[in-house]
């Protein structure tokens, strides 16, 4: 059975946040967050070279799922990447990290 445009979206945001949740080392999934309304992609970290691997395995995983060029497949993921992303665990001048005080 072929899935739908929409079920291939749907199938897409899923397999793209258990991935995030993966390559950052925690135990949930999407099942865990899909009906949350609140800030839960605030609540887990990652740091930034997880994010690039991450945003390296979405960009290939749209490109192939829904036939896109690099660049529009790169595009995309960071938009999901900036709508859905981890905040930085290693982010210079924020959080534990900033020693300018």
Known sequence: ???TREQKQEKAVEDLINQMFIIAGHDVTFNDVKTRQDDWFQQWTMTMDQNEEWQ???T???QK????KAK???KEMAWFSLQYGL???DLPGFGP???ED
């Open 1 to 3: 059975m072929r899935l």
């Open 56 to 58: 390296d395995w979405g």
């Open 60 to 62: 290939k995983y749209i």
């Open 65 to 68: 799922t829904f036939r896109k």
């Open 72 to 74: 529009l497949a790169e």
């Open 87 to 89: 905040k930085f665990s």
């Open 97 to 99: 990290y900033n020693t």
